[in-house]
């Protein structure tokens, strides 16, 4: 006897399909824009599912073409059921080799070139963000990782993956850190493209767009992910940033830390405030001209070798930017 299902229940399911508006499917290309080296379909999921979320969905890659977009004629909605992201905790910004996959020197979607950029360090943007979600979810990403709309991530079209950024909802201040494994989005007018758990912390998942920052806070080495990363001079205890230590300072004269080189000064200030509200005080900016180019630089005061490693070291566990240690000019 085949049971009928309750009405109250049919109704909570179409609620949720429904609920809220869903991401135009023209705002993402296909995963395999960037597609393995050697033709094959193995890939290691380098992420560990997060918790509280919904199946794996399969995918017909028949329906992705080259170069275009995957299932264009598929709207993409949030997952099938209610799902609670308030206790996934967000990713802890860490150094790691860049992906095998997904970071060739340029690649082309509908026509258009796009070029990755060599370095993460110190880019800040804004503009709209929009999310991706059930359509994409267990799909791989350029990065040839599993999409999960329930963890942390995010598509950019030029960061190095991966990257980590906090991206910052201009319209309300909240705030949330991502890790950028995928590329996208090829939606005109879009700078970033969250997770469903993203845009959820983010409170833009019922708008579909938010008006957003993004800031970078840890970028990869310059490597490819078969090259070991750099050895750490001593051990981190694991509560602590997990990267590497800062590359050693020369032993002679005093250090100079720099967390930051920006084209606009406010950018620069507003590093600075985020810095002494972490109780990271002491950062100033310094002026320079860099290739006939204007930049404003965050730098600390010339100090011994020791406690610029220490400092440096303190910036990077605190997430807000990415450390580098050097010889003071003479």
């Known amino acids: 006897m085949i049971r009928a299902i309750p009405l109250a229940m049919v109704a909570l399911l179409l609620a949720a ?58 709207a993409d909605r949030p997952p099938p059921v209610p799902v609670d992201v308030s206790n996934i905790p967000e990713p802890t910004p860490r150094r790691e080799p860049r992906a095998r996959w997904g970071n060739r020197e340029s690649y082309t979607v509908l026509g258009r070139t796009y070029r990755v950029m060599a370095s993460a360090e110190g880019h800040v943007e804004r503009g709209i963000a929009s999310w991706y979600g059930y359509k994409f979810h267990g799909r791989h990403t350029s990065s040839r990782e599993r999409y999960d709309m329930c963890a942390f991530t995010a598509a950019h079209r030029t960061l190095p993956l991966p990257t980590y950024v906090r991206v910052t909802n201009l319209e309300n201040d909240r705030s949330v850190i991502v890790r950028v494994n995928d590329r996208g989005p090829f939606h005109e007018g879009r700078i970033i493209d969250l997770s469903y758990a993203a845009a959820t912390r983010l409170d833009m998942k019922q708008a579909g767009t938010a008006r957003v920052e993004v800031r970078t806070l840890v970028g990869p080495y310059d490597t490819v992910a078969t090259a070991p990363p750099p050895r750490a001079a001593a051990p981190v205890p694991a509560h602590r940033w997990a990267g590497p230590v800062p590359p050693p300072a020369a032993p002679e004269g005093p250090q100079v830390v720099q967390v930051g080189s920006f084209g606009d000064r406010h950018n620069a200030q507003r590093l600075v405030e985020r810095l002494d509200a972490a109780g990271i005080d002491g950062a100033q900016l310094d002026h320079a001209i860099v290739d006939e180019r204007s930049v404003w630089r965050v730098r600390f005061a010339p100090q011994a070798g020791a406690a610029a490693r220490a400092l440096a070291e303190r910036v990077m566990a605190s997430g807000l930017a990415a450390a580098r240690v050097f010889s003071a000019e003479p």
């Open 17 to 74: 399909c429904a609920g809220a508006p869903k991401p135009r499917p023209e705002a993402r290309a296909g995963s395999e824009s960037t597609p393995l080296r050697d033709g094959s379909a193995a890939a290691v999921d380098a992420l560990p599912p997060a918790p509280d979320c919904v199946p794996m969905r399969e995918h017909d890659e028949s329906l992705y073409t080259a170069g275009g977009l995957y299932a264009p004629g598929v």
